[in-house]
C-alpha cells in the first residue's frame, strides 16, 4: 500500500515566521501535491508536481512555494506565515492525475 | 470556485440505514474519484469511476456518473457506524489536476 508520510505533524510559529512542510512518499508515484483543509471549504490545491525538479501551481497558490527535490521528497514553504494560513496541510501522492491519491496523516499548522 | 460540489452537507441516519450522497459539477470530467475522511485522518478513496463508466460497485458501495446531468452519486448499503465521515467527490473539469467538493458529513448512529 502506498506510504505518504509527513513532518512535523503539528506547528506553531508566529506571523512572519518561516515555516518548512516536509512530505515522502515511497511508491515511486510521478505526482505529489499539496492541500490545506479549512472548515467550509473542503481540500483546496495549493501546489503540486509531476517529477523531480518540476512544479505546478495550484489553484491557492498565494503566500506558498514549494519543491520537488527528488521523486520522493515534496517540500512546502511558507516563507512570511500569516495566520491566514493557519490551516490543516495535507500531502498527497498519485502514479498520474487521473489516478487514486493517498494521502499522508497532515500537519495541524497554526500562525499567531 | 469548485467543480464539484455535493449537494448536502450533512447527513444522520440510524446504522443498517441506505445512504444516497449526490455531487454535481460544472463542466465535462474525465474522472469522478469518491474519497472518504475519517476524523483525525487524511481521506482515503474509495471508488473511482471514469466519463465512459455508468456504475461501479465496491462491496456495500456503489457510485454512478451521469454525464449528461453532469452528476454523480455515492449509494451506502447497510451503514455502520464506521461509515461515520466525511465524503468528497472530486472532478478534474479535463484538466490535469483534481478538484475536491466541500464534502458531505455522514453521522451513522448505531
Known amino acids: 500500500e502506498a506510504a505518504v508520510t509527513q513532518s512535523p505533524r503539528n506547528k506553531v510559529t508566529v506571523t512572519g515566521g518561516n515555516v518548512t512542510l516536509s512530505c515522502r512518499q515511497t511508491?515511486?508515484?510521478?505526482?505529489m501535491y499539496w492541500y490545506r483543509q479549512d472548515t467550509g471549504h473542503g481540500l483546496r490545491l495549493i501546489h503540486y508536481?509531476?517529477?523531480?525538479?518540476?512544479?505546478q501551481i495550484g489553484d491557492v497558490p498565494d503566500g506558498y512555494k514549494a519543491t520537488r527535490t527528488t521523486q520522493e521528497d515534496f517540500f512546502l514553504l511558507l516563507e512570511l506565515a500569516s495566520p491566514s494560513q493557519t490551516s490543516l496541510y495535507f500531502c498527497a501522492s498519485s502514479r498520474d492525475w487521473a489516478y487514486e491519491q493517498y494521502f499522508g496523516p497532515g500537519t495541524r499548522l497554526t500562525v499567531l | 470556485s469548485q467543480w464539484g460540489e455535493e449537494n448536502l452537507q450533512a447527513l444522520s441516519i440510524q446504522e443498517g440505514e441506505d445512504v444516497t450522497m449526490n455531487c454535481s459539477y460544472k463542466t465535462y470530467t474525465t474522472v469522478v474519484q469518491w474519497y472518504r475522511q475519517k476524523s483525525g485522518k487524511g481521506p482515503a478513496q474509495l471508488i473511482l469511476?471514469?466519463?465512459?463508466?455508468r456504475e461501479k460497485r465496491s462491496g456495500r458501495l456503489r457510485a454512478t456518473l451521469d454525464t449528461s446531468s453532469q452528476s454523480s452519486s455515492l449509494s451506502i448499503t447497510g451503514t455502520l457506524a464506521t461509515d461515520t465521515a466525511v465524503y468528497f467527490c472530486?472532478?478534474?473539469?479535463?484538466?490535469?489536476?483534481?478538484?475536491f467538493g466541500t464534502g458531505t458529513r455522514l453521522q451513522v448512529l448505531p
Open positions: 508536481s509531476y517529477g523531480a525538479g518540476n512544479l
Open positions: 472530486a472532478t478534474d473539469a479535463n484538466t490535469n489536476k483534481v478538484v
Open positions: 469511476i471514469r466519463s465512459n463508466e
Open positions: 511508491n515511486s508515484h510521478n505526482y
